[in-house]
């Protein structure tokens, strides 16, 4: 097929803003492509050359794609810089300096789309020092035997600015209409894209194999899944609006989502953009080959980061730092992570996709051996609104962002976005920038590094009017070694059997102290908690207030006695005080949907 027929089929979706021409014109062009080419055909005029799970890019810069015009053309690459800041556009810029030279040219070779795709493969696979040059000698050759038209879509392809405006699902139009009879049957093909997120090869099996052979597609180890997305709610009444079945209520916790791939040991990690992210988390791999006990399997779950010694969440921020290419496992002992599953779409070569999502847990619970690293998403089963609620504030006093409701009889519909799964976060935040002191109460015992010390501590608000000191937090993030070493023996003094008197709390430290000791801590926000007992009952039925990644800041309050750290009434002052109406427009990027 020559490049020349392909690059006016992409001139003619970038003159047009109507779906349905574009659709016209890919079938056109899908009829006219050999089989043997259809899916490099797909994956070019999706900007790309392979699926993005496989993760092998052109990558070719906008300055060293200029450098390969200006050896072609002879032009500066100042003044092909200048003209494509001008026309808006590299590949447009191009087109128009190789205008001049195509009338000079007696004759060349013409290109084909396998020449083309063949020499991006190979700019995409250099590596190494000379990679560069290597990329920039690739792009020059292609240039240098192309036409106006062929060098701008060739060099729009290597920059990454191809702006179609052709979206998967558009091609998918495309296919139906060329090869099945129309849109009426795309949902076989949409079905198959969805379950192996890879266009180029669903248009090789559908020409090459036929229409029969796309309704055998199933998961498989190694294609990533597209993900399931979930609606979004504001209160837990709405919920049962939409769905008239149980449902599962489960943590919406602050990470990252993934979906694992296992097939015996080999393991590997897809981020929610279908991205491949095994290299970014080799303790996940670790975590998933001693907890996934099927033979192949894939699974969804939430990579957070967490406080190995005080075993506490940390913030989403926190795990990004995770996405270093260099250092791996240096930041992965800074920032060690878990898993925390939710899904199972697949074990030992059976599809569950198609199954209810009640059974779908019950074999994650089959076939996941849970410990300290890994576990599976903590649920209620109800229709009680009330419940909902109550969980909610439980989930996010731990650290989560709110709660996904699951329809207990949904199927899983990959690559949808619908209200059988419903994201319900919080309305409101109440964001805190001010410190707080607040008394130590309890102390729980450590992990890792701090095995037979303290790990976390217990602290308490002072309610002046009962003369109680009310739990608001866990924390054990902020300290340093030497302050738990400091700390232990600060507060022997003060060790008892049983909580005491003046302590109002429904959380069961290991050991209790007596009111004495003041910590300065700061934290994100206040929010709600069925568990912590501060200010309880007050802003809400059911619920006080508690701190949302809390740390100490290194201060301890040695000018403060008990009855002066912050009290519960300024705590529900500032509670009131910072809240504020989440936008409506927040959306999340690679997390739980």
């Given at each position: 097929?020559?490049f020349s027929d ?6 003619k979706?970038s ?6 021409e574009m ?5 056109e062009?899908f ?7 259809i899916?490099k055909?797909v994956?070019?005029i999706?900007g790309k050359i392979h699926p993005d ?5 052109i ?7 200029a450098r390969?015009?200006?050896n072609?053309s002879?032009?500066?690459?100042e003044?092909?810089e200048e003209?494509s800041?001008?026309l ?7 087109e128009?300096?190789?205008m001049?030279?195509a009338?000079?040219t007696?004759?060349?070779?013409p290109?084909?789309?396998e020449?083309?795709y063949s020499?991006?493969d ?5 590596s190494?020092s000379?990679?560069q040059?290597?990329?920039?000698r690739?792009?020059a ?6 036409s106006?038209l062929e060098a701008?879509?060739i060099v729009?392809l290597?920059v990454?600015?191809l702006?179609?405006g052709?979206?998967d699902?558009t091609?998918?139009?495309?296919l139906a209409?060329a090869?099945v009879?129309?849109?009426e049957n795309?949902?076989v093909i949409?079905?198959?894209y969805?379950?192996s997120?890879d266009?180029?090869?669903v248009a090789?099996?559908l020409v090459?194999?036929?229409f029969?052979e796309?309704?055998?597609?199933g998961p498989q ?5 597209r993900?399931m997305?979930?609606e979004?709610?504001?209160?837990a009444?709405?919920?049962f609006d ?5 449902v ?5 916790l602050d990470?990252?989502?993934v ?6 040991n080999?393991i ?15 303790d996940?791999v670790?975590i ?9 399997c894939?699974?969804?779950?939430e990579?957070?980061?967490y406080?190995?010694?005080s075993g506490e ?6 795990l990004?730092h995770?996405r270093?290419?260099?250092e791996v ?6 920032i060690p992570?878990m898993?925390?599953?939710f899904?199972m779409?697949?074990?030992d070569?059976?599809d569950?996709t198609h199954q ?7 074999m994650l619970t089959?076939?996941?051996?849970e410990?300290l690293y890994a576990?599976i998403v903590?649920?209620i089963?109800?229709?009680n609104p ?5 969980f909610?504030n ?9 709660v996904?409701?699951?329809d207990?009889?949904s199927v899983?519909?990959?690559?949808a ?5 419903i ?8 964001e805190l ?11 729980f015992f450590?992990k ?8 976390a501590?217990?602290?308490?608000a002072y ?7 009310e739990?608001?937090?866990k924390v ?7 302050d738990?070493?400091?700390f232990h023996?600060?507060?022997e003094?003060?060790k008892?059997?049983h909580?005491h ?7 069961e430290?290991?050991?209790w ?6 910590i300065?801590?700061i934290?994100?926000?206040?929010t709600l908690?069925?568990i912590h007992?501060?200010g309880?009952?007050?802003?809400k039925k059911?619920?006080g ?7 100490f ?10 009855e002066?750290a912050?009290t519960v009434d300024e705590?529900?002052e ?7 109406k989440i936008?409506?427009e927040?959306?999340d990027?690679d997390?739980v949907?």
């Amino acid at each position: 097929m020559l490049f020349s027929d392909f690059a006016e089929a992409l001139a003619k979706l970038s003159e047009t803003t109507k779906r349905l021409e574009m659709i016209d014109i890919l079938a056109e062009l899908f009829r006219k492509t050999d089989k043997n080419l259809i899916d490099k055909v797909v994956y070019m005029i999706q900007g790309k050359i392979h699926p993005d799970y496989i993760g092998l890019e052109i990558g070719v810069a906008e300055k060293l794609a200029a450098r390969a015009i200006s050896n072609v053309s002879g032009a500066s690459v100042e003044k092909i810089e200048e003209l494509s800041s001008k026309l808006g556009d590299l590949g447009s810029a191009a087109e128009q300096i190789l205008m001049k030279k195509a009338q000079l040219t007696l004759f060349s070779e013409p290109l084909t789309v396998e020449k083309v795709y063949s020499a991006l493969d190979r700019a995409a696979r250099a590596s190494g020092s000379g990679a560069q040059e290597t990329k920039l000698r690739i792009l020059a050759g292609l240039l240098n035997q192309s036409s106006p038209l062929e060098a701008k879509f060739i060099v729009r392809l290597v920059v990454g600015t191809l702006r179609l405006g052709v979206a998967d699902y558009t091609i998918l139009d495309g296919l139906a209409e060329a090869f099945v009879g129309g849109k009426e049957n795309r949902d076989v093909i949409e079905r198959a894209y969805n379950l192996s997120s890879d266009l180029g090869l669903v248009a090789k099996v559908l020409v090459d194999k036929g229409f029969d052979e796309l309704k055998k597609f199933g998961p498989q180890v190694g294609r990533p899944i597209r993900p399931m997305l979930a609606e979004r709610l504001t209160t837990a009444k709405e919920v049962f609006d939409k769905i008239e079945n149980e449902v599962s209520v489960e943590y919406k916790l602050d990470g990252e989502r993934v979906q694992i791939h296992k097939n015996g040991n080999n393991i590997m990690l897809f981020s929610r953009r279908l991205e491949n992210i095994t290299h970014h988390y080799p303790d996940v791999v670790r975590i998933s080959k001693e907890s996934l006990i099927a033979e192949n399997c894939i699974v969804e779950g939430e990579i957070v980061a967490y406080n190995p010694e005080s075993g506490e969440l940390l913030p989403f921020q926190e795990l990004m730092h995770r996405r270093r290419k260099y250092e791996v496992e240096k930041v992965m002992e800074e920032i060690p992570a878990m898993v925390y599953l939710f899904d199972m779409l697949m074990v030992d070569g059976s599809d569950l996709t198609h199954q209810p999502y009640y059974y779908r847990r019950s074999m994650l619970t089959k076939y996941v051996k849970e410990n300290l690293y890994a576990k599976i998403v903590p649920n209620i089963i109800t229709r009680n609104p009330e419940e909902i609620e109550v969980f909610m504030n439980q989930a996010i006093s731990e650290g989560c962002e709110g709660v996904v409701v699951k329809d207990v009889n949904s199927v899983y519909r990959a690559g949808a976005r619908e209200f059988s799964w419903i994201k319900l976060k919080r309305e409101y935040r109440s964001e805190l920038a001010d410190t707080l002191d607040l008394v130590i109460v309890g102390a729980f015992f450590g992990k890792g590094r701090r095995t037979g010390k303290y790990g976390a501590f217990l602290l308490a608000a002072y309610d002046k009017e009962k003369d109680m000191f009310e739990s608001i937090s866990k924390v054990g993030t902020g300290f340093k070694d030497e302050d738990f070493e400091m700390f232990h023996k600060l507060l022997e003094p003060y060790k008892i059997a049983h909580k005491h008197s003046r302590v109002d709390s429904k959380i069961e430290p290991d050991v209790w102290f007596v009111p004495s000791v003041v910590i300065e801590v700061i934290a994100s926000e206040i929010t709600l908690s069925p568990i912590h007992t501060a200010g309880y009952g007050i802003i809400k039925k059911d619920a006080g207030l508690a701190l949302r990644f809390p740390k100490f800041t290194g201060r301890v309050r040695d000018d403060k006695g008990p009855e002066d750290a912050t009290t519960v009434d300024e705590v529900i002052e500032l509670y009131k005080r910072k809240l504020t109406k989440i936008a409506a427009e927040e959306v999340d990027v690679d997390r739980v949907s």
